[in-house]
């Protein structure tokens, strides 16, 4: 009950048996993959990256044998993903991997008409204009998603259910970011349902970030549900910090906060989603095109809590909910 994270074992047993090379990949090429990303370089390993390694890896995709990659880092600016994207199209890659961000796949598909682009961790890739519909996507982008406006409800609930007195939530989102607009009515009407009020904490980059706790401060705000963005995720070490200063119990989208110090978070397991994209990559540069591959929907949804962080808060987190983690940090 305490840990669950069995994708490890997944990739470890996925790079053993991975096979040396598709049969149908053309003999001696060597295929670039283009990765366009909002967030900074990691500076250690990655979950998310390593298992869309091994996912290629498991259709005979080597990286410096049979296929490289151009990584495009935007370290949070959100304005700068159109030169990079554009620069991976004048470098004629084969395919651009757009790595968990709306406007990384919109500057993609701004960038090229032509160049596929496998997207990832896109919530409304409909609803923002990056395909026609799921089954069909049309042009020359496919991808592997999730649904936002249910996910981010979810959180919500849960996070009543952890802080039962809870009245009043903060959204913390960037308002820069297009796929929280739906999502956040979402959560505003969940939010009646459970007689809990939503306030929106608006979060473009670092400089926001103490205005924002300054609002949920006045505004009597007793937890947070702290959408998943770039800029968030860049400055995740401050809004930690800031949210154990203010005593605010906080739900998030990803589970790295939680292992480093924040409340619970619930979202799609990232690692699933990028093995999918990596499906899809390797079907693309098989031959296969994107308009005739459907989205990838997430199966896999994790939920995580930080037990020292509750005792800390004062919370007593019931067994019900202790129950159904994937996930207990003690």
């Known amino acids: 009950m305490i840990t669950r994270r069995d994708f490890v074992g ?77 620069d991976l199209v004048r470098l004629k890659v084969d395919v651009i991997f757009s790595a968990w961000s709306t406007p990384a796949a919109l500057a993609a598909k701004n960038a090229t008409k032509t160049i596929p682009i496998v997207f990832v961790g896109v919530g409304d890739a409909v609803g923002v204009g990056l395909i026609e519909s799921l089954a069909r996507p049309a042009g020359n982008i496919t991808g592997a998603t999730f649904i936002t406006e249910e996910t981010i409800g979810k959180q919500l609930q849960l996070l009543k259910e952890a802080v039962p007195r809870l009245s009043r939530v903060g959204t913390l989102s960037n308002p820069a970011n297009p796929v929280y607009g739906p999502a956040l009515k979402d959560i505003e009407a969940v939010g009646r349902t459970l007689h809990v009020e939503v306030q929106r904490l608006g979060v473009q980059g670092p400089n926001d970030l103490e205005p924002a706790f300054d609002a949920a401060t006045r505004g009597r705000v007793g937890g947070l549900v702290v959408l998943r963005d770039s800029v968030l995720i860049v400055n995740q070490a401050r809004l930690l910090e800031l949210a154990a200063k203010h005593w605010l119990p906080a739900m998030y989208g990803m589970r790295e906060p939680v292992e480093a110090g924040g409340l619970m978070s619930f979202g799609p397991s990232l690692p699933e989603l990028y093995r999918r994209a990596a499906q899809l990559v390797n079907k693309i540069l098989k031959g296969a095109k994107p308009a005739d591959l459907p989205v990838e929907q997430a199966t896999k949804f994790e939920l995580v809590i930080n037990l020292k962080t509750a005792k800390t808060l004062g919370l007593t987190i019931h067994q019900s909910l202790l129950l159904r983690a994937d996930e207990v940090i003690q």
């Open 10 to 86: 997944t990739l470890a047993g996925g790079l053993l048996a991975a096979p040396l090379a598709g049969e149908a990949q053309q003999a001696g090429k060597v295929w670039r993959i283009g990765i366009l990303s909002p967030f900074s370089a990691p500076s250690g390993p990655s979950p998310s990256f390593d298992a869309f390694r091994v996912g290629l890896r498991e259709f005979g995709w080597i990286e410096g044998q049979n296929f490289t990659t151009e990584y495009r880092w935007a370290e949070g600016k959100y304005e700068g993903l159109p030169a990079l994207a554009t």
